[in-house]
């Protein structure tokens, strides 16, 4: 397995789990996670990070991502994430490691469908 895979698996994990413990493994203590590329800020710090997954709880998603592209430091990663509630998303993900394999920066490039014509 890869390092971004094994980044990979840990996030997802995390995600289905909520566990304090899951996220701390998969982020550095100085992480910045950004929502989109151009925020103004990022949260910012392993505490931030943490509070903020667990505030960001919602319905059980359908996902499908797979590693697109990496090497020692950046892994790109492609996937699809689809709610309950009918809201799909197109995501690409940028991760920047830490040498011990924790990401030191991760940033989510996210759009939702185009929406087709009638007719």
């Not at 789990?17 to 151009?38: C, G, H, K, L, Q």
């Not at 590693?67 to 994430?81: M, N, P, Q, S, Y």
């Not at 920047?96 to 007719?119: N, Y």
């Amino acid at each position: 397995m890869t390092r971004a895979q094994d980044w990979l698996d840990g996030y997802l994990r995390a995600w289905k789990s909520y566990a304090e413990d899951d996220v701390r493994a998969i982020f550095t203590d100085d992480a910045e996670y950004w929502f989109r590329p151009n925020d103004p800020e990022p949260t910012r710090g392993i505490d931030a990070i943490v509070a903020m997954w667990d505030s960001d709880r919602g319905d059980d998603p359908e996902f499908d991502f797979e590693v697109l592209i990496e090497d020692d430091r950046l892994a790109i990663i492609k996937g699809h994430v689809n709610y309950p509630e009918g809201k799909h998303y197109s995501n690409i993900w940028e991760v920047w490691f830490a040498p011990d394999g924790r990401a030191q920066k991760f940033v989510e490039w996210w759009m939702l469908p185009r929406k087709r014509a009638a007719g």
